[in-house]
């Protein structure tokens, strides 16, 4: 399941494993600030753009790392909010990175808040039935390299489009791990991968504006319950007891709510931030207002917020979202207990069935192995 590159990302580098590489070649340390600068901050794009180091350096690099392990295949640039990169990596697997942009009123939509969402996997192996990315299980995870270069083909992206490239290193406000893939069931590479996001040498990235959304692995909650960097925690719960949880979401068995629940209490207690509780609304599966009760208790014991999403279609599965009005009366129950909850309506405006249709789209991509025609690289 693990893809060893043939060269070392550089994106997959710490200021700190590639002072070591350097000091072994021979070189001082300031080297490794000075590489990851060109990468980072004056975004070079080939060896030769880093001018200040010698010709034999640059020939070294090149023979070990591979400075940008995806490679942009297509940007189906769209008027609406919504922005696909569509990535090649190294063994051709495809992965989608998505700009979702909140229009603001008053502003043209490049000034708009951009929330980048990224994929940590390609497929999935948890088997949540109503979702895309489990389809055809898991192909591998994603090396720390892969997740950060999503981020810098972002920054690449948004470099020649928006007056804001210019004055900030990141041009985009909060990163959603929502993409492909169960991001803490490849742990360590994704901690590696927003530790570089977020230090100084590297994009700078805030760690509180990073959301990681889990399908619920209790341990791995726990652990990054324990880490320093203090990202958002949103939870896919999609069912507010095990019976109905259980039906959709195999995960449950192993971690059923009994165990689920305390995990994010202790989470949002280390962190004194309210965590998300996301809630897929699929027709007569999860809708009833039986559900939203337990729901709400669950919310209110957690002091949670909760996100509620219409279910968005998947070709080839048989769930459905329910009526505008059905919608609007589970989230009703909520309401009225004083819950913090968000319902979205607007197809093209919701993060997460943006996120829903990249995850489609690739695999599609991927069965046929072809691009789209008519779409602008
Ligand atoms: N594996 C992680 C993160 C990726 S999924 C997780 O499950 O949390 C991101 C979110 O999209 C999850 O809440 C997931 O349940 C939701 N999702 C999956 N398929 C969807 C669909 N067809 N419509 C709407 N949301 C979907
Ligand atoms: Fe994997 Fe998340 Fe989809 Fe479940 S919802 S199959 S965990 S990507």
């Known amino acids: 399941m693990k893809f060893t590159p043939a060269k070392a990302p550089l994106t997959g580098e710490t200021l700190a494993s590639l002072t070591d590489k350097l000091r072994a070649q021979g070189e ?31 020939a070294w690099l090149a023979e070990t790392f591979d400075l940008m392990p995806a490679s ?22 495809l992965i989608e990175t998505v700009i979702i942009r909140a229009p603001q009123e008053g502003v043209g939509i490049e000034h708009s808040r951009k929330t980048i969402c990224i994929s940590t996997q390609v497929g999935c192996a948890m088997g949540c039935v109503f979702c895309a990315s489990g389809l055809a299980g898991l192909k591998r995870d994603l090396n720390a390299g892969e997740i950060v270069a999503q981020l810098l083909q972002v920054c ?7 007056p804001r490239a210019r004055t900030e290193l990141a041009s985009f406000d909060n990163i959603v791990v929502m993409g492909m893939g169960e991001p803490l069931a490849n742990y360590d590479e994704l901690l590696r991968a927003l530790t570089i996001l977020n230090a100084e040498w590297g994009l700078g990235f805030g760690a509180r504006r990073i959301t990681i959304s889990t399908s619920g692995l209790v341990p791995k909650i726990l652990q990054l319950a324990e880490e320093e960097l203090g990202f958002r925690l949103a939870i896919s719960l999609h069912g507010a007891t095990d019976e109905v949880r259980e039906k959709i979401m195999p995960v449950n068995r192993a971690f059923p709510l009994a165990k689920l629940v305390p995990a994010i209490r202790t989470f949002s207690e280390k962190h004194g931030r309210m965590v998300t509780l996301e809630f897929i609304l699929i027709e007569e599966v999860n ?41 609007e009366r589970f989230a009703d129950i909520l309401r009225a207990a004083r819950i913090s909850v968000t319902l979205r309506r607007e197809k093209g405006h919701d993060i997460d069935a943006a996120c829903g249709q990249l995850r489609l789209k690739t695999e599609k991509d991927r069965a046929t192995d072809t691009v789209p025609a008519g779409t602008e690289v």
């Open 287 to 327: 809708d009833s207002l039986v559900q939203a009760e337990k729901l709400r208790d669950i919310a209110r014991d957690l002091h949670a917020h909760v996100n509620l999403i219409p279910y968005n279609t998947v070709e080839g599965l048989p769930w459905k979202r329910p009526s505008i009005t059905r919608q």
């Open 72 to 93: 942009l295949v297509l940007n189906k640039q769209s008027e609406d909010v919504t922005d696909k990169l569509l990535l090649e990596l190294g063994d051709r697997s």
């Open 28 to 58: 001082p340390a300031f080297r490794a600030k000075q590489i990851l600068d060109w990468l980072y901050k004056k975004r070079a794009r080939s060896w030769d753009d880093m001018t200040n180091l010698s010709k034999p350096l640059r």
């Open 156 to 162: 690449y992206r948004e470099d020649v489009r928006t």
